[in-house]
């Protein structure tokens, strides 16, 4: 293997009509014939794909992938394409461009090929002047795509004339074509599985991003399935490490062959949700014959995946031929996807290309037609800014976020969500609590409408219930923030008391300086009523009772109580009665002193402490609530 510097790892794919030489042309390439299966053998046509390597001068090896031509096979044809970096366009100089030349070529063009070589075949069988024909009518094929520039050479795979220009032109092509990212997280489209005698399963791919390692544990998507890399195969030669743009072959370890099928994605875990809608530029193709209208039922391919969907342009009831929209992609099976990612649209019936284009939200939620929000986040996320289309999935947040989380949220490279991150951070747009990897972010402006909502809980507490030294911590929190979990909800009651939005006291919390305003008369209420529960510490007086003794009503009592509760002097046993804090000691030391291994009835318990049931019952209870006691059958036992 060359050394990583001189590494170039691509994939050439070919395309073309039918029995245009395709299959014969990568034997005289790389010595290997592509047509593996029988009914091939038998029928002289390519059905699924074929693979070879091809060794260029400076002794790299480049994965080729060979495709079958018949109009039935498009979808093979598909499967292969995706991972093409660069084409290898074949046409039979005795046949000329013929309607898969065109289909193909829509294809690449639609799934992003921009790099290409083209081979005018056969020219063994036709006169001169027929082959400069064929020369010019693919020229003028070419004139408003992509690989309007690409080099076109007639060759012969019979006679070999041409077949050394056709290299170094691939070669030269080569060199300039845009590899595949090894710095993003791993993915690979499956197309093919099978098994291996004393091996187990071994699934084959082009690898789209990424590095795999032997012993690495993967995702299988969408079925969200941990699998773990046994040994790793380019070209039939075992490797610890493959890289993007190289075609791999993995053997799984411990997966069965049934539990995998082409299409199945195998990605580094925990970064992929399976979608079954996305937003996406949809293009129809200039030669398509009518306007594809919203609803429209299509066959949807993107990786080595077809699933069926419907599409729902934004803007308006249909596209034209010839014209690009934002859309709504909505499938019927869960797919993986990455914003970025090319797809193609088929028809239903009679099966067509239609057209296809590029994944720009992966994770959308519906959306109306002409919803101005939904155009304005497309907008956002077509842009290529990092900050803006991070911006998008932050603001769908409903709670504060880790980078890693965002990631996951919107399928976009850690990286760039990294970056997104720190920019809006930086510019105030975010608010960020805690530090390193668990640094979370939310967007400002709900920060700012929950700061505010939760001065105006706090006021309207503060209003109803003048006496109370704040409002308990939790029940704030799940009013205000029901859905986060516990961790963000305190670091987000953290920073509101950090900027003083908000007072903290133990459980409590309160607007900053509301301490309960209790007027002299009602603190000598307060003083009697304690004394009053004091006197009997095992009986005491109950809410009721002391609420008719003062004249107050039940609320006002209560109040009253709670401060007590609050101050430490009183504990509440239930919502009728209070005990004396020393009282409450004195019965759970004689509780825990007396409870044998057969525990303890509630007769018994009364008489423990010469009261009757109407305290016993909620004094035990009370004891079974703060985990002193357990209630077994008719008997309680200590914990
Ligand atoms: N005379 C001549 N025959 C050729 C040449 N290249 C291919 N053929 C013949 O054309 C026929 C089709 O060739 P293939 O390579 O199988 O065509 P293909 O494009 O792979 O066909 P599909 O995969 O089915 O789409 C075969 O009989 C080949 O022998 C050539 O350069 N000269
Ligand atoms: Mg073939």
Do not use: C
Not at 170 to 177: D, K, Q
Not at 308 to 314: A, E, H, K, N, T
């Amino acid at each position: 293997m060359p050394s990583t510097g001189a590494r170039r790892n691509l994939i050439i794919g070919t395309a073309g009509h039918i029995d245009h030489g395709k299959t014969v042309l990568v034997k005289a390439l790389t010595g290997r014939d592509t047509d593996r299966l029988a009914e091939e053998k038998e029928r002289g046509i390519s059905i699924d794909l074929g693979f070879a390597p091809l060794t260029l001068s400076d002794g790299s090896v480049v994965g080729i992938v060979d495709v079958p031509g018949h109009e039935n096979f498009v979808r093979n044809m598909m499967a292969g394409a995706t991972g093409v970096d660069l084409a290898l366009l074949v046409v039979a100089a005795d046949d000329g461009v013929m309607p898969q030349t065109r289909e193909h070529l829509a294809i690449l063009e639609l799934l992003g090929v921009s790099r290409g070589v083209v081979a005018i075949t056969k020219i063994d069988t036709v006169e001169s002047d027929l082959v400069e024909l064929v020369v010019d009518e693919v020229s003028e094929l070419l004139e408003d795509t992509p690989l309007v520039n690409a080099p076109v050479v007639p060759v012969s795979a019979v006679t070999g004339d041409g077949i050394d220009e056709l290299r170094q032109a691939i070669e030269r092509e080569a060199s300039s074509v845009r590899l595949k990212d090894e710095e993003l997280p791993a993915r690979m489209p499956i197309d093919r599985v099978f098994t291996l005698k004393g091996i187990g399963t071994v699934v084959t791919g082009t690898l789209w991003s990424g590095t795999l390692t032997g012993g690495q544990k993967l995702e299988l998507l969408p079925q969200r399935e941990e699998v773990r890399v046994r040994s790793l195969e380019v070209h039939d030669s075992e490797r610890a490490e493959v890289f993007a743009g190289e075609r791999v072959a993995v053997n799984l370890a411990g997966t069965p062959r049934e539990s995998v099928s082409r299409g199945d994605v195998l990605a580094e875990p925990g970064l992929l949700q399976p979608t079954w809608m996305a937003d996406a530029r949809v293009r129809v193709l200039g030669d398509w014959p009518r306007a594809v209208k919203r609803g429209a039922r299509i066959r949807f391919h993107h990786g080595t995946r077809e699933v069926l969907g419907r599409i729902y342009p934004i803007e308006g009831e249909q596209i034209a031929p010839g014209e690009a929209a934002p859309t709504q992609l909505r499938l019927e099976e869960k797919v993986v996807l990455v914003p970025g990612d090319r797809f193609v649209m088929r028809s239903y019936s009679p099966v067509t290309t239609i057209g296809g284009g590029a994944i720009v939200d992966a994770h959308p939620v519906k959306h109306r037609l002409h919803d101005p929000e939904a155009l304005e986040q497309f907008a956002m996320l077509e842009s290529q800014d990092a900050a803006e289309m991070t911006a998008v999935h932050l603001k769908r947040a409903a709670s504060p976020l880790s980078a890693a989380a965002v990631a996951r949220a919107s399928g976009l490279p850690p990286t760039l969500i990294d970056q997104g991150l720190q920019t809006l951070a930086g510019a105030g747009k975010a608010v960020t609590f805690g530090e390193g990897a668990t640094r979370l972010y939310l967007w400002r402006e709900r920060y700012d409408l929950l700061e505010a909502s939760t001065v105006s809980a706090l006021e309207q507490y503060h209003a109803a219930k003048p006496l109370a030294a704040g409002m308990a911590r939790e029940t704030l929190k799940k009013q205000l923030v029901p859905g986060w979990d516990a961790r963000s909800a305190d670091i987000f009651m953290d920073s509101l008391e950090k900027a003083g939005a908000i007072e903290a006291e133990g459980k409590l919390v309160r607007l900053p300086g509301a301490t309960a305003a209790v007027t002299s008369e009602q603190s000598s209420a307060l003083d009697s009523i304690v004394e009053r529960i004091q006197a009997n510490p095992f009986a005491p007086p109950t809410v009721s009772e002391l609420a008719g003794e003062l004249g107050q009503t039940r609320q006002g009592a209560s109040e009253l109580l709670a401060i007590a509760e609050q101050d430490g002097r009183l504990v509440r046993v239930s919502p009728e009665l209070y005990f004396s804090g020393a009282s409450v000691a004195e019965i759970e030391q004689r509780l825990r002193a007396a409870v044998g291994p057969d525990g303890i009835t509630v007769a018994d318990f009364k008489n423990l402490i010469s009261t009757s049931r109407k305290y016993a019952v909620p004094l035990l209870e009370y004891f079974d609530r703060n985990r002193v006691t357990a209630r077994v059958g008719d008997v309680r036992k200590l914990r």
